[in-house]
């Protein structure tokens, strides 16, 4: 009887795995015995099928004739298919909680269809390795170090390369050591380990005890198994397998009916690919491991071995293990005298070979009658010796066992290679495959093998698409040439790679299906039916042109789109465009798949990146150039992608990984400032040819890297250009003081910075070529001088040619013209930002008095009473507001019209000023008719409060101001959670307390004040004790005429439920004013103690924008700053002069100055990859590893010492006897008289008398 608790836990899930696995009795069969054929030995009860007379059908039963001349039962002759009757899952009752998988099969199933049900159905991972030991089945006890191999080698191996164990699967023999074994490792590996070890049972069914509680023709979801006798060895199911094939060839009790299928099933399985969907470069590997056995597993032995299936023998077990490994090194070391027979050119076996091979078979199995077909087998065997090898586990030890099955499978895979295969080239697969860097670097990498880069192709392929990041690093640093090997066609190769299911899968086909013209099955919420939809998809037509489309909605506008140089669509602006040329390009050769990926470690980031593959892509951004941009990138894409993933896990390692990516772009930055103030300053904000021309300053604010911008550094370069050519420590009544009397800028009232590039004149006498120059020079703080701005970047060339005397078409001159002295300080003080800030903040509370001064004081009638003259001021104010923000938007920069609209739509504060002006034009147009005249000017006065609240954002940039406006930003979030629990209480009480005081009153009014807002006054205090409580006297005049409470008059009370109106009272008193309140506190506290460590940070990192803003904006403030539109109007659009402030931000170096840069991040990045690493060895967890390995060392030079104290004790034992041996020749010598010695025979002490 099953418990109502597990059933009410997995009754869906059960329901569903019903559905799923319905489909396996129409594909599956079991088998019953059909003929009843007599076993003489019982006299006429039972079937040589192993079943009574009483179990079989009367069909079987109804053939005499055939039965009568019917010798041996044969299963394929005497048995028949019927649909199984035993499927799904396998719960052991009182063992474990976990659900094994079963199914009865009848052993003429195809492989083929097993191999899919357990993989793509019942779950299992796919194997890196299939270990099918053999033998040790039945009552005999299993040695002590056969224990150890199996507990501490084989399954320790095998949880190493991910591998399936084969045995029978029954508690007896080799197949319950294994499964204890499993059971352990799996209680002492991590929960997280990726390489789980499968045991999987292949026993016949016939011979599995208590069978018939599996019976169910529906499925068993699942079936309870009771084990009895658990102490001892018995035929029950094993608990510690996570599967069971139970193999039906229609007997009962008889051993040998699952031989035929696990041998079809080994030899399938080592025909199948290894990796993620079968992406390895090799097949499984499959090795037969036998543990002693009896003389039919020769037969066994043979057939796998003509079939080149590798044998690892354990010599020392017993039975045919011992006999087989006797064969192999003894008989092979004896001479061998041709037969006869070998001159017809046939190479068969010699008879001193049989005659040798038929004497051990009689040693090792004496009581077996037919001895020739054994000799045949082992004849057989013989011939095939080279994929056969032994292990000497009693002697060698468990240890090492993971490298002599990687041996064992090399030696064997070295018969089938081609001559012109590299030797070592199959042993490298395997050493990739199961993932085990340590054997590739002790046995292959060891500096004896000279690879080539044919040999590392392949190989490098496995490890990107398997996620094994140590054998990348290695074949990098061993002679594979990234360059050469990554072309984008092989790029495309990895982004096909990548597996169904995942968030980047569905990505690339949307993209995919869009291209093709194909109606997006994406909209359905992510399931199975999805993934089968995609998964049927056109996976091999996916091209970089998808890989650039899902980069362009991770990025976003920060930079240009990605993979358009081999495309060929640089110059395409339209998408629609971009998508009808790229769909004509790929429905050519594709010549650019054969070409060199531009940056190739760059792509393999981004590729491992959007893979969410932790050390991989930690690798690619070591390899790649531009750290601290990368890493900042890497946090970007994975900031978006955590946006659009729907699994929680996957989610928070994204976001983790992503602020790893933001921590190392933060130090690594810190180790550049470090090193040199004036080049990190360069490179924040240089121009990136690799990442689509984005700046650090762009990608972090985009990336939301709000640690990043908290930098020191950053915040310096921030305040220099803030500040521009005055010196950071003025005050600011000095600038407003020259704010209002300009010519104290000619004055030393302000002290401006002294450049770089003037001192170097007074030190150092100009140069014809600039190589002498001081390397630093190049980086120096004259790129932040904004007077002379124009023309830096030519500076920071060195050499001039016409190739790179331009940049996007604006000349530059070799030499900055000399400006007068006035000309020049005037341009230092007012192009700095913060001069420009200080006016629009003056001029601004110039417009709030103003437009206040309007709304109080002067607002006229309609026309032609109205407007005043400040009010057409006010205005024409507002006017100049909209045009610089039509420039702003509209204007600036180099994007597209449409990602300029949505930048400025994301602003906050972009939105307020949007709501501001939409607002006045509302109001200015209705305030001109006198049916609308009221309603525009309460519209002013609404604006009036959106323009004000504008200040929040202009003083966001006060040191002490800036982080208080970010906390109470915060605290308007928990303002909104607190009404919504306010306002359901509130409506709550204020209609019963409306109902209860008044029985009919229309008056919408009335109602919606005393429903809302009397209850809302309540908390504040407010409370009209006359108006609720009938004990109180109330002099307002009320009816309870109908007509009149229609027409408006006030009703009276209801005196019958008043206590009922108190009570309530009471009640939302306290819950608002105590309960309410005091949470609305505690969330205030909590969010205040939250932010205030972080405020700073966040006011850091929203500073940038209001420096982008005030230092693209003109210098006059509106009203004034229509001259400044009219200015740049005339330059831009009749002199053709083009914009430099859009390139203050954005440096873009070339030739020896970009190369200089690039070295000297690189270096600083190295010397901080070295510095971690130095702290990471030094700490206690790389301390107790290091100490583990040289423990393990010491244990192992132990067990070889034991092992020389074995060899020395046996040494010992015969130099006794041949001691023995020697006095008793001496002794008969002595005695016998046939001739004299020259002299006596020496004493015991003369034989270790030194020789003179």
Known sequence: MRDTGDAAEGGHKNNKSE?????????????????????????????????????????????????????????????????????????????????????????????????????????????????????????????????????????????????????????????????????????????????????????????????????????????????????????????????????????????????????????????????????????????????????????????????????????????????????????????????????????????????????????????????????????????????????????????????????????????????????????????????????????????????????????????????????????????????????????????????????????????????????????????????????????????????????????????????????????????????????????GDCLYREKRCLFPWASLFIWAVLQNRSEMATFFWEMAGESVLSALSGCKMLRELSKLEVETETKLSMKELAQKFENLAHDVFSSCYRSNESRSFTLLIRKSPVWGGTTCLQMGMSADARLFFSHDGVQSLLSQIWWGDMKRNTEVWKLLLTFFCPVLCYTNLISFRVTEEHQQEKDVKPTEDTVGRDNDSLYGTTIFSFSDIKHIEADSQGVYTPRTATIKGRPLSPKPPERPFIVSRWRQFWFAPVTAFLGNVLMYFLFLLLFAYVLLVDFKLPPPAGPAITELVLYFWVFTIVCEEIRETFFLGTMTLRQRLRVYIQDVWNKCDLTAIILFVIGLICRMFNASYEFGRDVMCVDYMVFTLRLIHIFAIHKQLGPKIIIVGKMMKDVFFFLFFLGVWLMAYGVANQALLYSYDPSLDRIFRRVFYRPYLHIFGQIPVEEMDVGKHWDMACTNNVTLIDGGAEPCRITYSNWLVVILLMIYLLVTNILLINLLIAMFSYTFSEVQANSDIYWKFQRYNLVVQYHSRPSLAPPFIILSHLNLFIKRNIRKVSSVKIHHFVLQLKGKAANRLMTWETIQKEDFLTAQNKIQKSSDSERLKRMSAKVDGVIKHLTENRDFDHRLRTLESEMEYCSSALSWIVDTLAQGGSFKPPRPPPNLRDSFTPCS
């Open 19 to 587: 559905k799923d696995q319905s489909w396996i009795p129409k594909i599956f069969k079991k088998r019953i015995c059909s003929t009843f054929v007599e076993d003489s030995l019982s006299n006429g009860a039972l079937c040589q099928c192993g079943g009574t007379r009483d179990t079989h059908a009367s069909v079987a039963l109804g053939d005499y004739f055939s039965t009568a001349i019917v010798n041996h039962w044969d299963s394929a002759q005497h048995s028949s298919e019927y649909p199984t009757d035993a499927f799904g899952e396998l719960q052991f009752a009182g063992a474990s909680k976990r659900h094994s998988y079963f199914l009865r099969l009848s052993w003429d199933t195809p492989p083929s269809m097993v191999y899919t049900l357990m993989t793509a159905h019942w779950g299992l991972p796919a194997p890196n390795l299939v270990v099918s030991v053999v033998g040790g089945e039945g009552r005999t006890k299993v040695k002590t170090w056969v224990r150890e191999v199996l507990r501490q080698g084989l399954v320790k191996a095998s949880q190493s390369t991910g591998a399936w164990i084969l045995t029978a699967g029954l508690r007896e023999g080799v197949g319950r050591c294994v499964g204890e074994a499993v059971r352990d490792h799996a209680t002492a590996a991590s929960s997280v380990s990726l390489n789980k070890v499968v045991a999987l049972g292949v026993a016949p069914w016939g011979l599995v005890h208590n069978r018939q509680q599996l019976v169910n023709e529906q499925g068993s979801f699942p079936a309870k198994y009771y084990v009895h006798n658990t102490t001892r060895d018995s035929c029950c199911l094993d608990n510690n397998y996570q599967a069971f094939l139970l193999v039906d060839d229609g007997s009962m009790g008889r051993r040998g009916g699952e031989t035929g299928f696990r041998a079809k099933l080994e030899d399938y399985i080592s025909h199948q690919r290894t990796g993620i969907w079968g992406s390895g470069s090799i097949d499984i590997p499959v090795l037969c491991m036998l543990v002693s056995g009896d003389a039919s597993l020769l037969e066994r032995v043979d057939l796998s071995l003509k079939s080149s299936m590798p044998w690892l023998v354990l010599a020392g077990s017993g039975g045919t293990a011992d006999f087989l490994s006797d064969v192999v090194k003894n008989v092979s070391s004896a001479p061998v005298v041709p037969s006869s027979g070998e001159c017809d050119g046939e190479a068969g076996p010699s008879v001193d070979l049989k005659d040798r091979v038929a004497e051990r078979v009689r040693k090792y199995f004496p009581s077996e009658a037919e001895t020739d077909k054994l000799v045949e087998h082992a004849l057989s065997i013989y011939q095939n010796k080279d994929l056969i090898t032994v292990y000497h586990g009693e002697q060698e030890g468990p240890n090492d066992f993971d490298t002599v099955l990687l041996k064992a499978l090399v030696g064997a895979s070295k018969q089938r290679v081609s001559a012109d295969h590299s030797p070592y080239n199959e042993e490298l697969k395997l050493a990739v495959t199961w993932n085990r860097v340590d054997i590739a670097k002790s046995e292959l990498f060891n500096g004896d093998i000279q690879w080539r880069y044919e040999d590392l192709e392949d190989s490098m392929t496995d490890a990107l698409v398997n996620d094994k990041p140590q054998f990348v690093r290695l074949f990098t640093e061993n002679g594979l040439n990234i360059l050469d090997y990554l072309t984008y066609g092989r790029l495309e190769g990895l982004y096909r790679s990548v597996a169904d299911g995942t968030l980047l899968y569905q990505l690339l086909q949307r993209r995919l299906l869009e291209r093709l013209g194909t109606p997006s099955p994406l909209q359905e919420t992510p399931g199975k039916g999805m993934a089968e939809k995609i998964h049927s998809g056109p996976v091999a037509e996916l091209s970089l042109f998808e890989v650039s489309r899902v980069l362009e909605l991770l990025m976003g506008d920060v930079c240009q789109p990605f993979y358009y140089a081999p495309l060929d669509l640089e110059q395409i602006m339209s998408k629609r465009r971009a998508m009808r040329r790229a769909s004509k390009l790929l429905r």
